[in-house]
């Protein structure tokens, strides 16, 4: 039951609503609205429906924001970071966890420069849940709190929240992929403050640009990121290789686990004679590759020799098994022949040849006008450069007549025959290597393709939208330290959600994850002031019942608005 009742304060009257019911049988006030004085509800009446009606409105990201600050609570990402570091630094309104766990947030959400963040928060309801105004992210006061962090300090960190998820998610981590990258740099070259930053051989294709390279060790289960390396530009990978491993395995070691369960797949970039010593003498598994190229007297075997993999997941997949010394090392490889890699190298091949017979006949049809300048040598390199391609020039044959400028005249084929040797000897074969003696050739084919699972990290990375390591603005070591612990930081809690929404039955890439929790928004409904200030509502936006179900996933009722 409703009723109207006044209280006097200061001598003035000012009304209220309230709601009585019976509680354990006797009468209790559920609930009293304060309603203003006589004047106000006049206002309110005569105003009729305008009343009711909101002044304005504000739409603040919610969803994504709130599971992804949800998943840093539940790995307790603040407390690790802050009992590290000692917590806030002087002067500084947040601790140095929180500044990490909100740089995360923007990471995965919606990337940009630490001189945005402060203005993307505030474009977010994460103020209203997490008690953090947006004027306390002030990118200075982010640096500031950074330079009190120590690179030992960001590996213990990166250490404990791992161990964290290892422990809390289940994952499995006894099959690893190992892959390196490398990001561009917009650091100019007269800096000195960071020797990390190096020109080298940019995967990128960005070869005017500083490189930092990345090296990654990721779970096969929900390609979480369990350890990084960040290392100058110009080392090639291989050089790195040993590096990951100890990594790798003290952290396993200060994990307790025995490093004898742990199987390390990577490609062949990694591959030398001390890279693989170097594994043996760390107790670690392995599955790797080698060039076809490298072992002709493989590639000569008949097909007759080679049996289908049993499985629906390798269909058309056959394989042999042999030994043979490699890299210094009796290893176990196993030959493999994929029909749809065939196929795809065939028209690989098919446009390659296209592209070179269309330049080919241009500089025929040159020099049939008998206009051209250069001499022989000239266009015999000029010739060799278009065959350059590697199969190419194994099959692409040519005859250049004449003995001058104007009596040139050049003709070329296609060697079928050629063709059919190549592509029946090299093309859809792999070749693998392992010392795991007792897994089975499809075990070793399914270990092998987890690779992928580095790879689609570094994709993930370099990803514009969500979880992105570029465009890196940074011109020391340490703040090129700082974002690689960020990024990567992001990526592991990004694919954890993408794997915890898979657990429940969503298989969703990080993107479309994070697009139907960015539909979750809240909606902010200022009304007029009746004499007092503005009131605002809060609420979310309608949802669907993915979404629905996402948001008890990540627990995002503990983030919703209540008024």
């Not at 354990?24 to 609930?31: A, L, R, V, W, Y």
């Not at 963040?117 to 953090?132: E, L, N, Q, S, V």
Request: proline letters at 4%; glycine letters at 6%.
């Amino acid at each position: 039951m409703s009723s109207l009742y006044s209280k006097k304060v200061n001598g003035k009257t000012y009304w209220y609503l309230r709601t009585m019911a019976r509680v354990d049988g006797k009468p209790k006030m559920i609930s009293e609205r304060y309603l203003g004085s006589a004047a106000d509800v006049a206002a309110a009446f005569d105003a009729g429906d305008t009343a009711v009606m909101p002044q304005r409105t504000r739409h603040l990201a919610f969803g994504d924001v709130a599971a992804v600050w949800s998943m840093c609570q539940r790995l307790n990402v603040i407390g690790v970071i802050d009992e590290i570091t000692g917590g806030r630094v002087a002067g500084a309104p947040c601790s140095i966890g929180t500044y990490l766990a909100v740089a995360v947030c923007n990471r995965i959400t919606a990337p940009c420069s630490k001189a945005r963040i402060a203005d993307w928060w505030a474009h977010t309801a994460a103020d209203r849940f997490t008690k953090i105004r947006a004027t306390d992210l002030d990118h200075r006061r982010f640096w500031d709190a950074m330079h009190a962090v120590t690179p030992g300090q960001l590996e213990q960190i990166s250490q404990t929240i791992t161990a964290a998820m290892i422990t809390d998610f289940g994952l499995d981590t006894t099959a690893l992929a190992l892959d390196m990258t490398n990001f561009a740099t917009y650091i100019a070259s007269v800096n000195t403050k960071a020797p990390i930053a190096q020109r080298g051989k940019a995967k990128q294709k960005r070869t005017d640009l500083r490189l930092v390279g990345l090296g990654l060790v990721i779970t096969r289960d929900g390609g979480i990121p369990l350890t990084w390396h960040a290392y100058p530009g110009n080392k090639p990978d291989v050089t790195q290789f040993p590096a990951m491993i100890d990594t790798l395995t003290a952290r396993y070691r200060a994990l307790g686990t025995d490093t004898g369960t742990i199987t390390v797949v990577f490609d062949a970039g990694q591959n030398s004679a001390a890279n693989f010593a170097h594994l043996t003498g760390a107790g670690l598994h392995y599955v790797g590759s080698t060039p076809p190229s490298d072992h002709p007297d493989l590639l000569d075997l008949p097909a007759s020799r080679r049996r289908p993999v049993p499985g629906d997941r390798f269909a058309g997949l056959t394989a042999l098994h042999t030994r043979k010394q490699v890299y210094g090392l009796d290893q176990r490889v196993i030959l493999t022949h994929s029909p749809t890699l065939h196929d795809a190298q065939d028209r690989g091949l098919t446009q390659t040849l296209a592209a070179a017979g269309r330049k080919l006949d241009e500089l025929a049809a040159t020099l049939a006008r008998g206009h051209s300048r250069r001499d022989r040598n000239q266009v015999e390199a000029a010739i060799a450069h278009i065959c350059s391609d590697t199969w190419g020039a194994q099959i692409l044959t040519w005859q250049l007549d004449g003995d001058t400028p104007a009596e040139f005249r050049l003709t070329w084929a296609v060697d079928t025959d050629a063709r059919n040797k190549l592509t029946q000897r090299i093309f859809g074969k792999r070749i693998l290597i392992t010392d795991r003696q007792d897994w089975t050739i499809a075990e070793v084919i399914d270990g092998y393709r987890s690779q992928s699972d580095a790879e689609f990290g570094f994709r993930q990375l370099k990803d514009p939208h969500e979880v992105s390591f570029s465009p890196m603005h940074h011109f020391t070591d340490h703040t090129i330290t700082v974002h690689t612990f960020t990024c990567v930081l992001a990526l592991q809690i990004a694919h954890l959600m993408r794997r915890e929404a898979d657990t429940h039955g969503h298989h969703l890439s990080v993107r479309q994850l994070l697009a139907a929790l960015a539909g979750i928004e809240e909606t902010v409904l200022i009304y007029p002031s009746t004499g007092g200030r503005p009131k605002a509502r809060r609420m979310l936006t309608e949802t669907t019942t993915t979404q629905n179900e996402l948001a008890h996933i990540f627990d995002l009722d503990r983030y919703t608005p209540t008024t």
